[in-house]
């Protein structure tokens, strides 16, 4: 007798439900993530069933949008691509990936297919619609130094900042995991991202600078022109949290400043004046430059130019045993990298046999003074 009850309950539902609704994105805020769209009931249906999406109503996807059709809690219908959609709950699923890949269709095997019900309608059917726009300014920073590794300087201390974006790349498992059985009429970006994703991101991103300097074998005064680079480092760590649970991944990082702390900058100097007078062509050319300078100062010299030419040939002395040390380097250099030979027939070579120094033509070298022809 039950079933004689259940049949009388529901016919004038059943007679309105053969009425086509028109189901539409509702006009949101950017910070909207997730959506319930609007079901309108057509024309004369008085008495309509809340929950169920009639066979045969029209479904509008809008441009930048991904929408699902969940059952009871798991998506059946799915679409990226934007325009307006008739639905045949008598047909087979149709994936309407667009943009977003195939991918999308092993995420829909994986939840499973469509659910079936014995024959019996489905009583909680809900369209829902995900924003795929790319969210953009998201700032981060280091307040606290953070260690690094250098190609060229080891293991620094900077302080850095930067914006980065990202985008839904799987909506069907940001639905599934946000949503699930838990019917929401809205979700915000600021639900789903929350601290806890932003904090994620502040800790790994020094990792992924790390990596990217490794692998590129840049020095970090360069980050700023490998932004693509740390993007898709930073998916790669953080896929196990925002891409796999959430279906979000960055889509770009853009670098500020890197500060090198002063102690840090302390030890970059020391190895750049290092590399420097370990390099006996990087020395003469400090020589060189010292000694132009030098050469004006004594010009205008308040106690007289004579004073000051005085005070040159002193500072020429100590100069000698520095370019002394150079020339020993450079000797040394020499030895180990043998200069080209002497041009034939008298000729200026192009390269001094004494220490290897490009001559430029010269009649003696412009590094040691020897003399090449």
């Known amino acids: 007798m039950g079933l004689i009850k259940a049949l009388t309950s529901s016919t004038s539902t059943a007679i309105g439900d053969q009425f086509k609704e028109y189901v539409t994105c509702p006009s949101v805020d950017k910070n909207v993530m997730i959506v319930r769209g609007i079901v309108n009931h057509g024309e004369g249906n008085k008495n309509p069933s809340e929950g169920v ?53 092993d995420t829909l095997k994986t939840i499973g297919s469509r659910i079936t019900y014995g024959g019996q309608t489905a009583r909680d059917q809900r369209v829902y619609y995900v924003s795929l726009l790319n969210v953009l300014g998201n700032k981060f920073g280091s307040p606290q130094p953070k260690k690094i590794t250098d190609e060229k300087y080891g293991i620094i201390e900077v302080t850095f900042f930067g914006e980065y974006a990202y985008k839904v790349d799987d909506p069907v498992t940001l639905v599934g995991n946000v949503i699930g059985a838990n019917a929401k009429d809205q979700v915000t970006f600021d639900e789903v991202m929350g601290s806890q994703l932003k904090n994620e991101f502040v800790e790994q991103i020094t990792k992924a600078i790390t990596e990217v300097m490794r692998l590129k074998k840049v020095s970090f005064g360069d980050m700023g022109m490998y932004g693509s ?30 500060n090198v702390t002063d102690e840090s900058m302390a030890r970059i100097n020391k190895i750049d004046d290092a590399t420097i007078f370990s390099d006996a062509k990087l020395q003469s050319g400090l020589m060189a430059n010292a000694s132009a300078e030098a050469l004006k100062a004594a010009a205008s010299n308040e106690n007289g130019a004579m004073m000051g030419f005085a005070g040159l040939n002193m500072a020429n002395n100590a100069g000698a ?19 080209p030979a002497p041009a034939a027939g008298g000729a200026v070579p192009n390269f001094c046999p004494n220490c290897g120094t490009a001559t430029n033509g010269a009649n003696f070298c412009p590094n040691c003074g020897q003399k090449l022809n």
């Open 321 to 339: 045993g520095m370019m002394g040390v150079a020339n020993q380097n450079a000797q040394a250099q020499a030895a180990q990298n043998p200069a």
């Open 229 to 258: 680079d740390i993007s898709d480092k930073m998916n790669e760590i953080l896929s196990p949290t925002w891409k796999e649970k959430y279906g979000i991944i960055v889509t770009d990082v853009a670098m500020g400043d890197i």
């Open 53 to 105: 999406i009639t066979n045969g109503s029209k479904i509008v996807v809008p441009e930048g949008y991904a929408m699902m059709l969940i059952d009871n809690g798991k998506v059946v219908e799915f679409s990226s691509e934007p325009g307006e959609y008739t639905y045949d709950n008598s047909s087979e699923p149709s994936v309407f990936y667009g943009g977003l890949g195939k991918g999308i269709l």
